[in-house]
T-cell receptor, first 112, second 113 residues
Framework: DGGITQSPKYLFRKEGQNVTLSCEQN?????MYWYRQDPGQGLRLIYYSQIVNDFQKGDIAEGYSVSREKKESFPLTVTSAQKNPTAFYLC???????????FGSGTRLTVV | KQEVTQIPAALSVPEGENLVLNCSFTDSAIYNLQWFRQDPGKGLTSLLLIQSSQREQTSGRLNASLDKSSGRSTLYIAASQPGDSATYLC????????????FGSGTQLTVLP
């Protein structure tokens, strides 16, 4: 079945450490997105990519970085510059503007 | 800037009731509107997608309508079940937004057995 796979499901980060969240899709979608979800704040866009080797900052990109070397993959790195990284991270993809989005199952990141 | 509002924020109903969830948006020039369901600690599951040229979509017990001129969408759930308990989110895409979704804050639905 086609879909989006996010891993790991749970991730723990120590202070000052960089961590990378994986997002892989086998839907042949051009566009991929990373959202952050905090209680009471809804979903906020971190980064998005419309095509391989190109990506754009979203509303809250500070402290995060991404790459898009393959159509299927859009990993998100949470750097030590992100001071409040504890949140639920969701990856999504879409084929074109007139079609809907598909979301992954999410990664819950906790700072320890 | 597009803003999406969902009312009510929370809703509790007895099993078997029909119910309506509301979504309003400020910019009527949208490409499409999508309804999602989110269970606690889980990702988003797409329920219905309404393209700008459509007025409604149906899937099983769910029916979503779209009125672009008034900036409103409704999600109708027939014969609610305890398994319908979840948070329901609506989201829109507007032209020039590089296909970014703008989400409402969601309606948390509880269906009591």
């Amino acid at each position: 079945d086609g879909g989006i796979t996010q891993s790991p499901k749970y991730l723990f980060r120590k202070e000052g450490q960089n961590v990378t969240l994986s997002c892989e899709q086998n839907l042949n979608h051009d566009a991929m997105y990373w959202y952050r979800q905090d209680p009471g704040q809804g979903l906020r866009l971190i980064y998005y990519s419309q095509i391989v080797n190109d990506f754009q900052k979203g509303d809250i990109a500070e402290g995060y970085s991404v790459s898009r070397e393959k159509k299927e993959s859009f990993p998100l790195t949470v750097t030590s510059a992100q001071k409040n990284p504890t949140a639920f991270y969701l990856c999504a993809s879409s084929p074109t503007v007139n079609y809907g989005y598909t979301f992954g199952s999410g990664t819950r990141l906790t700072v320890v | 800037k597009q803003e999406v509002t969902q009312i009510p924020a929370a809703l509790s109903v007895p099993e078997g009731e029909n119910l309506v969830l509301n979504c309003s948006f400020t910019d009527s020039a949208i490409y499409n509107l999508q309804w999602f369901r989110q269970d606690p600690g889980k990702g988003l599951t797409s329920l219905l997608l309404i393209q700008s040229s459509q007025r409604e979509q149906t899937s099983g017990r769910l029916n979503a309508s779209l009125d672009k001129s008034s900036g409103r969408s409704t999600l109708y759930i027939a014969a609610s079940q305890p398994g319908d308990s979840a948070t329901y989110l609506c989201a829109v895409i507007v032209p020039g937004s590089a296909r970014q979704l703008t989400f409402g804050s969601g309606t948390q639905l509880t269906v009591l057995p």
